[in-house]
């Protein structure tokens, strides 16, 4: 729209300029308030170099882990929520009392509590219309034992709310206002509350199609093996009415595949239409069959149904089907025999075919639109020239043979303003495909599938997203470690995961494993690759451990001359920081801190002090290094480092060999010191001769260590 | 935990060098013996040496099996240079198994590198250093969860001990199924290609078993491709209960599909707004933030329908109210209107008010007072001149 007016300026201009064409002033047109910010918005999207937008504040505190994302973003919401409360019990604290407009949005209010409001019928209904379930049946119980009348509109309005809702308040899955709750709250599988309001008023209300339909719907939606059977005979006492579309839908999903059948059969004789919930109950039951043909088949079936009738599946038709496409119980890979092994290859290779399929659909949707968005931006081109040139009778016939061929263009390819598609939500558990159909693509390790899948999703024609820190976060990683799994380039995998991580994939152990297995196997060589997947471990806390371990062997393999000088500072840095970070957790003995210590092992102050001569450290590594002869370091309360093990003899060796070069007859003792304590006699031998050849050694030291190794044993 | 203690053992083992693809071949401990020359040298060459033999020395046993020995000895040396050879290059490309897939593929296609045997001495010394390497890192583990020095020292030993035992079964068991179709093999020569294969698709398994990680599967995962003979997704027939040429209603709760609709809308919400203005959006629509395009009449409430005419001109409700039109009240009226134009922070009726409080405080026995005072001043400043 904005281009159409850019263009009517354009061309109103350029006219002016000529002759005195007649100047039409375009009415202008309504917009909401949010239009201006919306075109913004679009038009700037995400940045996708900085981290999420509720993390955008001290780059210290942005989080790099899933768990760190969470913790974070409940801290932030629960902060929220309690300044919220803070401002509803005192609000004269928080907001400055004349301010003109008041805007109630900073006034918050405590929600009416059913005991203290008057009990009127007009109160109950406020209460329905902002779903405070709990509170409308407390309420409404009040009203009865206060014989207020309820008229049987408001009633029934109630028995909506509490019947959609299973008479407790709304699930978190529907908190608008609240995303961290909404995402990350825990839901207990609600079964129907017998006995509850909702029964109550079941039996108050008059039975009509109606009160019968969303009781049989509810009993459905909250189901145990009670309610369905509850509903069944609902069911069948309603005969002679004609109960609703979403009661069918509720006992097709309860019901077996030929249960569902001969239901869906009844609705086609009552010439009730079906929708998408519908066939999504029927893909429920039919996921149910056992046996695997005849699953597929129904599955397929249902598909062709749903497309005959012209409608289009929704994402969470082909969610229901990935899901069921493989067996559970083939599931995991320890528990599959042989011939299960081969039904397992089977299904798999069915379910990337279909997932296939369905991408090509869904692609072929969004080209689809995709056309016909450009032919509607030229149908309003041609629309305006129509309305402001039309009558330079140069332009006019050019025009209405572009029109006419447009249209005709149209025509062809069966397009229409209303018939075009864009993948939006209609169930709420649409989103759910893209990870599940990510999850099969890594399973069968097809990339190129699951490549095909990511730019679907991430397609501007796509309005439907998976909750980022949660779902989308799962279907990234398994994006990722696939992609990185299959690529043998190094650059391939760091432009991969510096677009990624942490901002969409939070770091974890095994993909940072995988990252440093990459880097082990490659012939390549990709410092900033290497940095970052040690700078992102240092944040997430893999420090300790395998990881740690990994970290230490990947700098010693780092060929110090293949990098530039900054590189080399970086390197510097690093080695100088993790160094500091391992020497500090080792330092915590006090007793209240001592469940974070993680004590110096021999091979990591072997590996260590390497590292750090690697930097010219060699004082600090010397330090280190005389930890593993110092007694006291490794016994009683203050020990920071572990008794047993022993220094890497690799590291040693190179460690000796540094201070021979550099004729550091101390640090050279040291070495041999350590390397004594695994070594015998005869491998010592040679260094000590090579020390006394190449170090300045006097004739007493070169006694002395002839001395001392011949006190080694043999 | 043991199964994951095995596969520790394996990764620590691998850290430090990959084991060979044929040490799945060789294995168990108690293989002490050599490989032999079948298992080494192709069944034509054995026949080839058995017929060179014969001709050169027809008669005389003893100098018969001799020159075989030699020219059997001389063969496996040969092949075990070029298998060592082999093996080096192998090694490093071990740790990426992705290469590893690749030499499996190769080896299936040259059944003679996988039929040899690996020094066994380097899988010996690979395996110890990976099992100190565990031990260490059990200790370790034992130190983290509480456990005393010497208890987890014990703790280490005992749990490697019996991972390796544990181990040393899986392989011994597996290593059997290997055996016995490498024997499959050699007597079913004109199936051989085929299963050969076999045996390496067994192999390839039993080696994606080994290095299996806790996390992820090994790198060498196999691809899973579209299968274009798989049933068809989109070209099956519909179930056949609806008809496409009858016509139905939608007869729907139409609360019950607001509400899921409603529900589904809530859910595509994920985790609030991705940049400032989608930020900006949302206050809007709360109802925290002044509506673009802005006005400084935003939320005026009543106010918003006065005209300014309202709260300018104010003199012209003066003659209604029956203030004089002349005189010093008329003089002082005009000031207040003149004020009271000019204030932003009163409404219109209310200064309508103020000037019907004046109206009724200048009734018409203030207004003669008024006059009477105003005569006298001015005849008193006659007078004063």
Redesign the interface.
């Known amino acids: 729209m904005i281009g159409r007016i850019g263009l009517s300026r354009v061309l109103t201009r350029g006219l002016s300029s000529g002759e005195a064409a007649k100047l039409t002033i375009q009415p202008a047109i309504e917009r909401s308030?949010?239009d201006?910010?919306?075109a913004?918005?679009e038009t700037?999207?995400?940045?996708t170099t900085a981290p999420?937008?509720?993390y955008i504040d001290d780059p210290i505190t942005i989080p790099s882990t899933q768990s760190a994302k969470k913790t974070y973003?409940m801290a932030k919401e629960f902060g929220k929520r309690a300044a919220r409360e803070l401002a509803t019990e005192w609000p004269t604290l928080f907001a400055f009392d004349r301010d003109q407009?008041?805007?109630?949005?900073?006034r918050p209010q405590h929600l009416a509590d059913p005991f203290q409001v008057d009990p009127t019928e007009k109160s109950l209904l406020k209460m329905i219309k902002s779903r405070e379930v709990q509170d409308s049946c407390v309420l409404y119980e009040r009203l009865r034992s206060e014989n207020v009348e309820v008229s049987e509109k408001v009633q029934l309005e109630l028995f909506?709310l509490v019947a959609?809702y299973n008479s407790s308040n709304i699930p978190f899955?529907?908190?608008?206002e609240w995303?961290?709750i909404?995402?990350f709250g825990e839901e207990s599988n609600g079964k129907w509350k017998t006995g509850g309001v909702a029964d109550l008023l079941f039996e108050t209300l008059q039975k009509t199609d109606?009160t019968v339909?969303?009781m049989i719907?509810a009993l459905c939606k909250f189901h145990d093996s009670q309610s369905v059977e509850r509903a069944k005979e609902l069911y069948k006492e309603h005969q002679t009415g004609?109960i609703?579309?979403?009661a069918f839908n509720g006992l097709i999903g309860a019901s077996s595949f030929n249960a569902a059948?001969k239901l869906?059969?009844e609705?086609?004789s009552?010439?009730?239409?079906?929708?998408i919930?519908t066939f999504n109950a029927?893909l429920f039951s039919a996921a149910k069959i056992s046996k695997y043909e005849e699953k597929?088949?129904a599955f397929?079936?249902?598909?062709?149904?749903i497309?005959?009738?012209?409608m289009e599946p929704a994402l969470s038709c082909y969610y229901i089907i990935v899901k069921n496409l493989i067996d559970s119980k083939l599931l995991d890979?320890?528990k599959r025999g042989e011939n299960e092994e081969q039904s397992y290859?089977k299904q798999?290779?069915?379910a990337?075919?279909?997932i296939?399929?369905?991408l090509n659909?869904i692609e072929g949707d969004i080209v689809f639109f995709k056309k016909r968005l450009k032919i509607r931006i030229f149908h309003i081109k041609i629309d305006f020239l129509q309305q402001n040139v039309i009558s330079e009778p140069i332009f006019r016939s050019k025009f209405f043979k572009m029109y006419d061929f447009s249209h005709r263009f149209c025509q062809n390819q069966g397009i229409s303003d209303e018939n075009y598609k864009n993948l939006a939500?209609?169930?709420?558990q649409?989103?759910l495909f893209f990870v599940e159909a990510m999850g099969v693509l890594y399973?069968?390790?097809?990339?190129k599938?699951a490549e095909q899948l990511r730019n679907i999703y991430e397609s501007s024609q796509n309005?439907?997203?998976?909750?980022?820190?949660t779902v989308?976060s799962t279907f990234y990683n398994r994006y990722l470690?696939l992609a990185i799994?299959?690529t043998?380039s190094l650059n391939r995998i760091q432009e991969l995961y510096f677009s990624m991580v942490p901002r969409l994939v939070g770091v974890n152990?095994?993909l940072t494993?995988?990252v440093f297995?990459?880097i082990?196997?490659?012939s390549e060589r990709n410092w900033p690759l290497l940095r970052r997947a040690i700078v992102d471990g240092i944040t997430a806390g893999q420090l300790n451990g395998?990881l740690g371990e990994e970290m230490r062997?990947q700098l010693s393999n780092v060929q110090l001359h293949t990098l530039g000088t900054s590189e080399r500072e970086q390197y510097t840095t690093l080695v100088q920081k993790l160094v500091a970070v391992w020497i500090e957790f080792s330092q915590f003995t006090e007793e209240r801190m001592r469940r974070l210590q993680?004590?110096l092992?021999p091979?990591q102050i072997s590996e260590c002090a390497l590292l750090l001569t690697r930097i010219g450290e060699q004082q600090k590594a010397y330090e280190l290094l005389e930890l593993l002869l110092d007694e006291n370091a490794s016994s009683g309360e203050e020990a920071t480092v572990?008794?047993?093990?022993h220094a890497r003899p690799w590291a040693m060796a190179e460690l000796f060999e540094d201070a021979l070069r550099k004729k550091d007859t101390y640090g050279a003792a040291l070495c041999l010191e350590i390397l004594s304590l695994t070594a015998n006699r005869a491998k010592l031998e040679p260094l000590v001769n090579r020390m006394v050849e190449k170090c300045n050694v006097n004739q007493e030291q070169a006694r002395i260590l002839q001395g001392f190794v011949r006190l080694r044993p043999q | 935990m043991l199964?994951s203690l095995c596969s520790v053992a394996v990764r620590l083992g691998q850290?430090r060098q990959p084991r060979f693809l044929s040490s799945t071949a060789t294995g168990g401990d108690d293989d002490g013996k050599g490989p032999k020359a079948k298992d080494i040298i192709d069944d034509n060459l054995l026949k080839a040496i058995d017929g060179v033999a014969n001709d050169i020395h027809p008669q005389s046993i003893t100098e018969k099996k001799s020159l075989k020995h030699t020219l059997i000895n001389r063969l496996v040396a040969n092949e075990k240079a070029s298998f060592d050879a082999a093996a080096v290059s192998a090694n490093s490309e071990m740790?990426?198994?992705?290469?590893l897939i690749g030499l499996l593929a190769d080896v299936a296609g040259d059944a003679k590198v996988e039929k040899k045997v690996p020094p066994k001495s380097a899988q010996l010394r690979q395996e110890r250093r990976g099992l100190v390497l565990l031990r260490?890192?059990i200790?370790?583990q034992a130190?983290?969860s509480g456990f005393t020095?010497e208890e987890a020292?014990v703790k280490s030993e005992t749990i490697v001990n019996e991972a390796q035992i544990k181990l040393a079964e899986q392989r011994k068991a597996l290593l059997s199924d290997v055996r016995e179709k490498l024997e499959n093999d050699e007597t079913e020569q004109t199936e051989r290609s085929e299963k050969e294969h076999r045996l390496f698709t067994t192999a390839l398994e039993f080696l994606e078993k080994i290095y299996?990680?806790?996390?992820?599967?090994s790198?060498a995962?196999?691809?899973?491709?579209?299968?274009?003979d798989?049933?068809?997704?989109?070209q099956?027939?519909?179930?056949?209960?609806?008809?496409?040429s009858?016509?139905?209603?939608?007869?729907?709760?139409e609360?019950?599909?607001r509400?899921?609709q409603?529900?589904?809308?809530?859910?595509?919400?994920?985790?609030?707004?991705?940049?400032?203005?989608?930020?900006?959006?949302d206050w809007?629509?709360?109802?925290?933030q002044w509506?673009?395009?802005i006005d400084n009449e935003?939320?005026?409430?009543d106010e918003a329908g006065v005209s300014f005419i309202d709260h300018v001109f104010l003199e012209r409700h003066l003659p209604s109210l029956g203030i004089p039109k002349t005189g010093p009240i008329a003089h002082f009226m005009h000031l207040v209107c003149v004020g009271l134009s000019k204030n932003p922070y009163m409404t219109a009726a209310k200064k309508r008010e103020h000037l019907k409080w004046f109206a009724d405080y200048f009734n018409t026995e203030k207004q003669k007072l008024v006059h009477k005072l105003h005569e006298q001043e001015q005849v008193a400043a006659q007078n004063a001149l």
């Open positions: 308030p949010t201006l910010l919306n913004l918005s700037v999207g995400p940045d999420h937008f509720a973003f407009p008041r805007l109630p949005a900073f909506r959609y899955s529907e908190w608008q995303a961290g909404r995402n109606e339909s969303i719907a004609k609703h579309l979403e059948k869906a059969a609705m086609n009552l010439k009730i239409s079906p929708n919930s029927l597929i088949k397929s079936e249902i598909i062709a149904e497309r005959e009738l012209d890979k320890e290859n798999l290779t069915l990337v075919s279909w296939s399929e369905i659909e939500p209609v169930t709420s649409c989103h399973r069968a390790s097809n990339e599938l309005s439907i997203k998976m909750p980022v820190f989308e470690q799994e299959q043998p152990n095994s494993s995988l297995r990459k082990s196997a490659s395998v062997k993680r004590k092992s091979s572990y008794p047993k093990g | 199964r850290k740790l990426d198994d992705q290469a260490k890192e200790f370790y130190i983290h020095t020292r299996k990680d806790d996390m992820i599967n790198d995962r196999k691809i899973v491709n579209v299968d274009k798989a049933i068809k997704f989109f099956q027939r519909p179930l056949g209960t609806w008809k496409k009858e016509k139905y209603e939608d007869h729907s709760l609360f019950w599909t509400w899921d409603r529900a589904a809308t809530i859910a595509n919400g994920s985790f609030g707004p991705t940049n400032s203005f989608e930020e900006q959006i809007t629509t709360k109802g925290k509506e673009y395009p935003f939320k005026m409430g």
